[in-house]
């Protein structure tokens, strides 16, 4: 059974400060990895996805995964209070999603 | 602009009634996906389909069935709702090899 682990939260964060977001998964042999924002009543929306080690940066959010460590973090930079979301972490394509890490900015 | 739809928005139905949630995509992606959420709470994969005439079961256990008869089409029936269905109902696609899914907007189900 596949497991992706994330801190329920709330992370509470001063507005412009940065905001890290951590999750673990259980499946070594994983090789896909998103990151969805969650408004509160909204849908899912997808916001980064990555497949190798390293970083990848897309604006003020920055993705880094590290496979051997089995853990893929979300940095948003410069956090506004529009970034208040449910972040949800999902691994490969069939649908594992964690169970998502509530972010409050504080303006 | 939604490129996945799902149909209706809200729905208000007595127990034993049975449903069907509409979902819908106009990208021509191979892969479709309900899920059940609560407010607050985890999403919950409860079928998906690869394809045409090709369904599965995810892993919460579901009274519901889905069909997959067209590519962009995937609806979900409840045979007879109850109380217990009461739930936001999620629609998902996604391409075969692609970059993660694209959500509908939902179905928000009541069960009185």
């Known amino acids: 059974q596949k497991e992706v682990e994330q801190n329920s939260g709330p992370l509470s964060v001063p507005e412009g400060a940065i905001a890290s977001l951590n999750c673990t998964y259980s499946?070594?042999?994983?090789?896909?990895f998103f990151w969805y924002r969650q408004y509160s009543g909204k849908s899912p929306e997808l916001i980064m996805s990555i497949y190798s080690n390293g970083d990848k940066e897309d604006g003020r959010f920055t993705a880094q995964l590290n496979k051997a460590s089995q853990y893929v973090s979300l940095l948003i930079r410069d956090s506004q209070p529009s970034d208040s979301a449910t972040y949800l972490c999902?691994?490969?394509?069939?649908?594992?999603f964690g169970k998502g890490t509530r972010l409050h900015i504080l303006p | 602009e939604a490129d996945i739809y799902q149909t209706p928005r809200y729905l208000v139905i007595g127990t034993g009634k049975k449903i069907t949630l509409e979902c819908s995509q106009t990208m021509g992606h191979d892969k479709m996906y309900w899920y059940q959420q609560d407010p607050g709470m985890e999403l919950h994969l409860i079928h998906y389909?690869?394809?045409?005439?090709?369904?599965e079961k995810g892993d919460l256990s579901s009274e519901s069935t889905v069909s997959r008869i067209r590519t962009e089409h995937f609806p979900l029936t409840l045979e007879s709702a109850r109380p217990s269905h009461t739930s936001q109902y999620l629609c998902?696609?996604?391409?075969?090899?692609?970059?993660?899914?694209?959500f509908g907007s939902g179905t928000r189900l009541t069960v009185v």
């Open positions: 998902a696609s996604s391409e075969s090899g692609g970059d993660g899914y694209t």
């Open positions: 389909s690869y394809g045409v005439n090709s369904t």
């Open positions: 499946d070594r042999v994983s090789q896909s």
């Open positions: 999902a691994v490969d394509d069939k649908i594992i």
